[in-house]
């Protein structure tokens, strides 16, 4: 029987298709955004603890209150901003499912989507099933910055929603005040909507902070953020996150969640609760992975790639358009197959798949295992 498909462009993506191809060839996987080393051993025994104790059945939908608690904690510590973990706070089965849910939540047929470009490979498939219409406001490069002229003229009486991503996949740009002050002057006498993508919040270089969408007073009353403990505790398998919104929002959010998968996984909820208790776990993570950030840029110096150093996230970006036509995804395969180092090419996460001769690196691996990359990278033909 012929099946239309409600997502005839969609395929397998990139991370799986190239995590695989690193497998296969036995190359260092630095394509697929995920830690190359184990989260703390006293994280795995608290889950072994709760799941021994009998901590195996349903959660509650919203999340187990002491986790919903703790995130309100860490929300105040971070960001000074006060939530109601009640009503404002839900724990979901990683931001995946997160970002799903405030869109099925809010968008209906027809309405329009501001996506910045490149974005997020989850993004779009969320809006087109719900009937939504994505619209793309392409960022500038190279830094990958937002040109708000170009936001503005993109919102239309139909715009219900706006995608935010900082720090941003794949290239690091981290939002600052002046983003989000421009963010909220343009929607606030609107009824647009936002979902921010905050995955990233904990990793950000260079003393630069990252501005939560929560943190700004207007956008706060309007927005979904997403976050998500795979990135922040090194443990992306898990897919546990979470979504604060304003109680409005929460509860619509909610009733989508509760018929996704209702709940998350209960002995993971116990035992973040009590990892969270010690804020120095989380408080610590950007000078982690400056570190690394740090190490990878010094060795990338040696090869013929240009970039510059990201400003937050796990990824880095190098360019190498002054030095071949060869297509980013090529490039990536042949890296793979030849050299022993799988990355991402960057045109996947492009609306129209335009190639600019960037691939994306993830240093969010054991430093023994960056030095390799490295040296097999600075012997790389072009
Ligand atoms: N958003 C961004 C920008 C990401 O890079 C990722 C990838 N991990 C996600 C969302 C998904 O997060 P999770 O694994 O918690 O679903
Ligand atoms: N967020 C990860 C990345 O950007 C991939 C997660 C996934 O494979 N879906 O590499």
Not at 306 to 312: D, S, V, Y
């Amino acid at each position: 029987m012929p099946i239309l498909s409600k997502l005839p462009n969609v395929g397998t993506t990139i991370f799986t298709v190239m995590s695989k191809l690193a497998s296969d060839c036995g190359a260092i996987n630095l394509s697929q955004g995920f830690p190359g080393f184990e989260c703390d051993p006293e994280l795995l025994d608290l889950v072994n603890k709760y799941m021994k104790a009998g901590f195996n059945q349903y959660a509650p939908m919203s999340g187990i209150p002491v986790l919903r608690e703790r995130i309100a904690d860490k929300t105040k510590l971070v960001y000074d901003v006060d939530l109601n973990s009640e009503n404002e706070v839900t724990v979901v089965s990683g931001a995946t499912e997160a970002l799903y849910a405030a869109v099925t939540a809010v968008v209906r047929r027809g309405d329009e989507v501001i996506l910045f470009d490149p974005a997020y490979d989850s993004y779009a498939p969320a809006i087109a099933l719900n009937g939504g219409i994505p619209v793309y406001v392409p960022l500038e490069m190279p830094d990958f910055s937002v040109d708000w002229e170009k936001v503005k003229s993109a919102i239309s009486d139909t715009t219900r929603l706006i995608m935010v991503n900082t720090p941003h996949n794949p290239s690091g740009y981290v939002w600052t005040q002046e983003d989000l002050d421009t963010l909220a002057d343009l929607i606030q006498d609107t009824d647009i909507l936002v979902v921010s993508d905050e995955v990233y919040e904990h990793i950000t270089f260079d003393g630069r902070k990252h501005l939560s969408l929560v943190t700004h007073p207007t956008l706060r009353d309007r927005t979904f953020v997403c976050g998500s403990f795979g990135k922040t505790f090194h443990v992306t398998g898990w897919k546990i996150g979470y979504c604060l919104a304003p109680p409005q929002l929460t509860a619509e959010f909610r009733k989508v969640h509760q018929f996704l998968t209702f709940s998350t996984a209960t002995p993971l909820q116990y035992a973040l609760a009590d990892y969270l208790a010690e804020p120095s776990r989380y408080l610590t993570l950007p000078d982690y992975y400056q570190q690394k950030r740090d190490l990878f840029c010094e060795g990338l110096k040696e090869s013929p790639f240009k970039f510059t150093p990201a400003q937050g996230s796990f990824f880095q970006m190098v360019s190498y358009a002054h030095l071949s036509k060869e297509s980013d995804y090529d490039l990536s395969v042949r890296l793979t197959k030849e050299i022993g180092v799988a990355s991402i090419p960057i045109s996947v996460f492009f609306s129209n798949k335009k190639d600019h001769k960037i691939l994306r690196f993830c240093f969010a691996k054991k430093d023994s295992e960056l030095y390799v990359a490295l040296d097999k990278l600075k012997e790389i033909k072009l």
